[in-house]
């Protein structure tokens, strides 16, 4: 099995910053890709930013030139720095890992509030 533990969500203004951890633990060999995913209020769950376990990494086009995805693979942890963000950005973003097979893992979500 696989763990997920998201960190540093929170309340920020627009145009502040955020950085977000996602520690994984378990069986965490082998892995396609890892990323996150976020859902606001009433809308579907939609990704956000993934990097695969060669370092290719893909953003949805809402946060291009904003956030970006890295990872510390002696640590196992995903981190997404978010910058300039706004009110649009305001979710609950998810910690996604997905192997082969077995298909993908979640966090259980940590809040990003944007106040204008």
């Known amino acids: 099995q696989v763990q997920l533990e998201e960190s540093g969500g929170g309340l920020v203004q627009a145009g502040g910053s955020l950085r977000l951890s996602c520690a994984a633990s378990?069986?965490?060999?082998?892995?396609?890709?890892m990323g996150w995913y976020r859902q606001a209020p009433g809308k579907q769950r939609e990704s956000v930013a993934l990097?695969?376990?060669?370092?290719?990494?893909n953003y949805a086009d809402s946060v291009k030139g904003r956030f970006t995805i890295s990872r510390d693979n002696a640590k196992n942890t995903v981190f997404l720095q978010m910058n300039s963000l706004k009110p649009e950005d305001t979710a609950v973003y998810y910690c996604?890992?997905?192997?082969?097979?077995?298909?993908?893992?979640w966090g259980r979500g940590t809040q990003v509030t944007v106040s204008s």
């Open positions: 378990g069986s965490i060999f082998s892995i396609n890709f």
């Open positions: 990097i695969t376990s060669g370092g290719s990494t």
């Open positions: 996604s890992l997905n192997k082969p097979y077995t298909g993908s893992y």
